[in-house]
Every structure is written in structure tokens, then in C-alpha cells.
């Protein structure tokens, strides 16, 4: 028998997934919420730091003591990890964990009998992690486009043009404004490396799928590019580990897990990739033209694609794709379940409630329209702000309705660039449960809407990248098929709200475009 252990360690949670590749199937899932264990302790909400002025960040240490209280979570459910034969992951993309010189002799000296945060406290040449959802870097992407030549060459070396959450900007801004810590940093992870790394108790090389969210990526030959370190800050190729294929075991777990958490010796740690990119390979995407939506903290949508073909509109990403072998194309919007629990959250509603009330109103909200961007948006690009239009702020039914076709329609109009027919939708994330959203969102783009087995196809994607890294003669092909859904839920658009959308999303786009957005 052999499973495979897949970790999330995404903006809210860290979760752990097993599946089985004997009987086909997830035989384990239990995830840490951060707010629930470290509110106080860290100061998180909703899983991170807001510094406001756009700094949105998070200590480490956080992610290390959610590793500990992960593994006892599943040993306390009963799941056996001797059982495991390859454990691989995926993290929130884009953060950054600065590590100083005490990091590699603590971690190989792991001893089991404290917990990790107290052997780890003192690794980091940076008490916080930016995240994704910091802003703060607008003058670093401008740097460092100009020093590579433009806008264009980086999009062409790179896949992406500078955005603010990105790494390189984030590690050129903590290098101009603290040189000192800079100097001391030896190592620079991503939350997904450094999560590999804790776990097989070395510094981990990076692999391409979130290595290409960096600004620091060449996207063809998915190694780092010497010019983009080089504009971006001094000494960044001694800190970087090298990038290797996805699909290659860096490690073996360290003898730390195996003590405490009885995995067995010589378990495979496979490369660690980003929740995006490993949702691709949950949700069985390793065929050109497929399409998914993720609707977690971020709302994001993404394809598969053959070639690294960038936006020329500035909206979306490309980053390589964890097959080693494809491209995900993605547009990331930031107000999606942010944006939603907010609503939830005016309106002292729960989510049955708030399911309820999108089943009560009219596709099209009778030309109610929001632009819900509760935090500043990156597609479009805007600034924080509400603004309603037709949409008094007491209708408690028209609102909730009017922020999720909003960000249905915003998905439908920014993902244009990406050159593809949208004609199903995968979906997953935490709002994928519900049903009445999916509904929304199959209504405006026109196409049924598929439901997974998880709604956490990152955690799925990430154990079966750890099966593939086990079983190295598998094609992904036959990895996804053979645990494709039996009978996976699927939400039809209902024909008779095509010209309701047809014309409200040309009203949405007008008021995108009136309000200066963009
Ligand atoms: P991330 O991976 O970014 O941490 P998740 O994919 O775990 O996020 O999604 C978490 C979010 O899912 C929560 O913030 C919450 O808003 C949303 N969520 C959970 N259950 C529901 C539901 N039934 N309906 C709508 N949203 C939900
Ligand atoms: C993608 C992005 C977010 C994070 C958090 O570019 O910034 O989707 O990966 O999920």
C-alpha cells in the first residue's frame, strides 16, 4: 500500500491531504486554520499581517509551529504515516522567508523531543514574510523593469512583467531598506520551499511552477536568470537554491518526523510548488485548453497552456506548469473570499444565509452593480474602495448578490488575454462549496460548472505530486485519470440569463473604465 501526504500552506490554512494510490482516493484531510490557533500570538487575520500603506506580511515562525500541529492533528485522527511514501506541497505564492546562517545547522540538528518553533526561533535574518497581498512595491517593479530594459523584456525573459507581490520586488525592497539584515540573510525560500525545507531538514532547491512567480524566473529554460537577479539585488544567486524539475525528490524527511510523527526512514520529499500551480495538477490539467477557477482568499483563474504566451494587456501571469512540460496562464483577483466574508460579515450573515439570499435575487440584480474592491485590486489594477452603482448600502440581498457578479464578471473580462475558449470551469477553493456561487459564476461565463472531490485541489495536486515524484515512470496522464472524479458535480448555466449578462457586463466594463480603473 502506498500514500502519499500533499501539505497546503496557503494565506489562511495549512493543510494536509493523504491519498491512497491502491484504492484511488483521499483517505485523509484536516487542515490548521491560523486565526483559530494564532489570533494572539501572531497578530493574523485572516492569516496575515495588515501593516496598512499596502505592507501586508507574516512571521514564519507561524508556518512553522502549523507544520508541528498539523502532523499531530492527522497522528491524532489515527492515520498511519509510516505509510507514506513521498511527501510534496504547495504554498501561497510569491512570499518570501529570509533565513541567516544559524538556518542549516538547525535544521539538520532537529532534535524530536522539543517542537520545531523552539529549535527554529532564531533562523530567520527577518522576523516577517511579505506576502502575496502586499502592495507596498510599486517602486521596485519600476526599478527593476527599467534595469532589464522595459516592461516588454521582462514579460518576454520572464513571462510576467514587475507586480508588486511578486518576489523580486519584495526582496529588492527589504535589500534597499535593510542592507544590514540583507547582508545576514544566506538563504531566501519561498513559503513552498521553506516548507520542504523544514521537512527534509536542509535548504531545499525551488522548482519551477512557483520558482516563475518570482520576477526572477527565465520562463524557458525555468532557470534563474543572471540578468533579473542582477537587477533586482546584489548577491541573489549565492541565496537562491538552484531550480530543479518538479517532478525530482529533493530529500528525505528528516529524522525529526520520523521520531515524533513516525513517517517512515527514507520517506521522499519532493519539491514543494505553488497553490495555483498544484491546483492545476489537482484539478487533472495536464492537457492544453482546460480552464479552472480557485476561489480561496484570492479569486484566481487560470489555463493550461503549451507555450509561455504572456499578456500583452498587463493582467495576467504565466508561470511553468508543475508537469514539467506545460504553462498556466492566470489572472489573480484579490477581493474574492476576502471581498465575499466581508459582505458576509456587514451584513451579520452566514454562508447558508448568505447562499440563501443569492437564490432570492434576480440574475443581473436588476442592473445593481459593485466594484468590490475591499482591499486594493490587482486585476484591475485600483485602489481600495467600494463603489455601487444603482445599489443603496442597506439592500442586504442585492449587495451580496452584486459582489459576486461582479467578481464572475471581472473573471469573465480579464481572462480574455489568455486566448482560450472557456467552455467548462473547474472549480475549487473554500467557495467552491457553494453551490449558489458556483451558480453565478456558471450563468456569466456561459458554461457548466465543475466540482472536484476536495475543494482543496492545491493539497489534492500537491499529493500527487509526491506520487509522481515516487513513481517516475507514471505519466501525469495516467496519474490524473486514475483519480479523476467517478462522478464529479457539475452546475449548468441556465440559457435564459445569457443577454441578462451579455448586457451587464458591458455596463460593468463602462464603470471599470469610468472609475479611472486600470
Ligand atoms: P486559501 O487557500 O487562500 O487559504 P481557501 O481556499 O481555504 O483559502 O478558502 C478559504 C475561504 O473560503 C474563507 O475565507 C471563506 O471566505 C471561504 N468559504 C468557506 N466556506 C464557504 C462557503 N460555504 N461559501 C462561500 N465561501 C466559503
Ligand atoms: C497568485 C496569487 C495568489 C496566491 C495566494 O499569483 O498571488 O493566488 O498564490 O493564493
Redesign the pocket.
Known sequence: MARYLGIDA????LTGLIIDSDRREIVAEASIQYDDYFADSYGVKN?VVDQGDGVVNCNPLMWVEALDLLLNTLRREGHDLSSVAAVSGSGQQHATVYLNEDALPALAGLTPDKPLSSQLAGIFSHQSSPVWMDSSTTQQCREIETAIGGTEALLKLTGNPAFERFSGPQIRKFFQQEPKAYERTTHIALVSSFIASLLAGSVVPLEPGDASGTNLMDIHRRAWSERALAATAPGLDERLAPIVPSGRPVGVVHPYFISRYGFADGCIVAPFSG?NPCSLIGLGMVEPGQVALSL???DTLFACLNEPRPSSTGEGCIFASPDDLHYLALTCFMNG?LA??AIRRQYGLN?AS?EDYLAQTNPGNEGKIMLPYFEPEIVPKAPAGIIRRGLGDTEIAANVRAVVEAQAMSSRLHSKWMGVDISSLYIT???S??DE?AQVFANVHGCPVIQGET?NAAAFGAALKAYKAHRQELGWSSIVESFQPSNPRRIDPDPATRSVYDDLINKFSELETRSNIG
Not at 496557503?10 to 490554512?13: A, F, H, I, R
Open positions: 496557503s494565506t489562511q490554512s492569516g497553490d480561496g482568499t484570492s473570499s465575499r466574508d454562508w448568505f477553493g473554500g467557495a462549496a457553494n456561487i475543494t
